[in-house]
């Protein structure tokens, strides 16, 4: 069974950037999807990126194309998401996700780590 753990998470200033890591804890991690979804208090879940096994396979919602970039290390079970010029409407607790290909958050699907916040002030 996977555990997900994120970190990275802080406060920054819009324009700001910020690295999250979410590193798994055994090699299966290697073998399927892996996601960043985010989520504010009263809203839904959302994913940000996703990122297909071999890493050749990346997907964003529109509102970061550009500024997001993710990434994996599958030799050392650890999923990225570089966070550039961002912006207040980015804050949110992000989570790291498993098992989940592509941007569409589904109740009960896939594993997830405990999330990391991500603040940014104006």
């Known amino acids: 069974q996977v555990q997900l753990v994120e970190s990275g998470g802080g406060s920054v200033q819009a324009g700001g950037s910020l690295t999250l890591s979410c590193t798994a804890s055994?090699?299966?991690?290697?073998?399927?999807?892996m996601g960043w979804f985010r989520q504010v208090p009263g809203k839904e879940r959302e994913g940000v990126a996703s990122?297909?096994?071999?890493?050749?396979?990346?997907f964003y919602t529109d509102s970061v194309k550009g500024r997001f970039h993710i990434s994996r290390d599958n030799a050392a079970n650890t999923l990225y998401l570089q966070m550039n010029s961002l912006k207040p409407e980015d804050t949110a607790m992000y989570y790291c996700?498993?098992?989940?290909?592509?941007?569409?958050?589904?109740?009960?699907?896939?594993?997830w780590g405990q999330g990391t916040q991500v603040t940014v002030s104006s």
């Open positions: 055994n090699r299966v991690y290697s073998t399927t999807c």
């Open positions: 990122i297909y096994p071999s890493g050749g396979h990346t």
């Open positions: 996700a498993a098992d989940i290909c592509g941007l569409r958050y589904i109740e009960g699907s896939g594993y």
